[in-house]
């Protein structure tokens, strides 16, 4: 069975802790009235898929009421659309808007492709 599940960040505390773990990190940050989206379970499923049945990112969700203290959310206010973010190394890299499954692909791809260019370049420069 793939592993598709989310994280729910329960506070400010949570997300910022949640910034600095190694992974590629997808949040999907909703308002409170709204909850998260239950449009995408189909998504993370075959994304986890697509990896060997291990999503390789972090997958979470946060609701921005309760998180809006974290630093990273600072220039942020609540919307009714869900916002996916994505962060590495602790700074926001990409943002999605909305429940756009395309969209969120094409950022996680993106980035999960830096990721693997980077780790090559330092392979490759540590043999030299």
Known sequence: ???SERTDLADAAAFTDALKRDKLQ??????DWAGPTQALPNFWH???KEHDSV????ACTACF????EAPALASLQATSQ???LLFKGGKQVAFVKGVDPPGLSAAISKQLAA????????????LE
Do not use: H, N, W
């Not at 009421?65 to 809006?68: A, H, I, L, P, S």
């Not at 990721?115 to 540590?126: E, F, I, N, V």
């Open 26 to 31: 997808v949040i999907e940050l909703y308002s």
């Open 115 to 126: 990721q693997s260019g980077s780790a090559a370049a330092r392979t490759t420069s540590d």
């Open 1 to 3: 069975m793939a592993q």
């Open 82 to 84: 869900p916002r996916f």
């Open 55 to 58: 999503l390789p990112v972090d």
């Open 46 to 48: 075959q994304l986890a």
């Open 65 to 68: 009421e309760r998180c809006k």
